[in-house]
Structures are given as structure tokens and as C-alpha cells.
């Protein structure tokens, strides 16, 4: 069974930083387009940043300059750094992976508050 597991989460204040990981297991991360998502509360879910096989990275504008998304593929495992973080970066954050299926994972909580 395909397993996405986020960690890293956590409360920072306004202005810090966190690195957020998922690691995958029963997939290959190379060969997919992996990406961040988050949901804050009472919205929908939108995309963050993603990285395809080939390394290219798309940012939203609300990440551009803050964060950055990165993949590790000896240890199966992609990242993302956020600096800068501010209030409304208060989501839940989940790890997607995509190519011919597409697997989530559990989320990872995300306050920014001081």
C-alpha cells in the first residue's frame, strides 16, 4: 500500500521557518510529480509548490520568494522549506504525488501565530 508520510509541522511565530518532509513508501518519488497542497480552515485545498521528475519547480505567488520545495530521491522523501512564514500560512499541509494515480497523505499542521 502506497503511504505518504508528512511530519515536520508544527506553532512557529510569525516571521520563522519549519521544513516539512514526506517521505514515501511502495512508490518511486523520481518518476513522479510530487507537490505540496494545504487547507486551511472552513476552504478548499489549493496547491502550494510542485516539483516534477525532471526537478522543475512551480511556486503559487503566495510562495514565491518564501518557500522552496526540494526532493531527496535516495531517501524517497520530498521537502519544503518555508521561511517568512506569516498567519495566513495556518493550514494543514499535505504531500500529493502524481502520475498515473494520485496519492495523499495525512497532512501536517501548520499555526503561525505568535
Known amino acids: 500500500q502506497v503511504q505518504l508520510v508528512e511530519s515536520g509541522g508544527g506553532l512557529v511565530q510569525p516571521g520563522g521557518s519549519l521544513t516539512l518532509s514526506c517521505a514515501a513508501s511502495?512508490?518511486?518519488?523520481?518518476?513522479?510529480?510530487m507537490a505540496w497542497y494545504r487547507q486551511a480552515p472552513g476552504k478548499q485545498r489549493d496547491l502550494v509548490a510542485t516539483?516534477?521528475?525532471?526537478?522543475?519547480?512551480t511556486y503559487t505567488d503566495s510562495a514565491k520568494g518564501r518557500f522552496t520545495i526540494s526532493r531527496d530521491n535516495a531517501k524517497n522523501t520530498v521537502y519544503l522549506q518555508m521561511n517568512s512564514l506569516k498567519p495566513e500560512d495556518t493550514a494543514v499541509y499535505y504531500c500529493?504525488?502524481?502520475?498515473?494515480?494520485?496519492?495523499w497523505g495525512q497532512g501536517t499542521q501548520v499555526t503561525v501565530s505568535s
Open positions: 500529493n504525488a502524481n502520475r498515473y494515480f494520485t496519492y
Open positions: 511502495k512508490i518511486t518519488i523520481s518518476i513522479y510529480t
Open positions: 516539483i516534477t521528475s525532471g526537478g522543475s519547480t
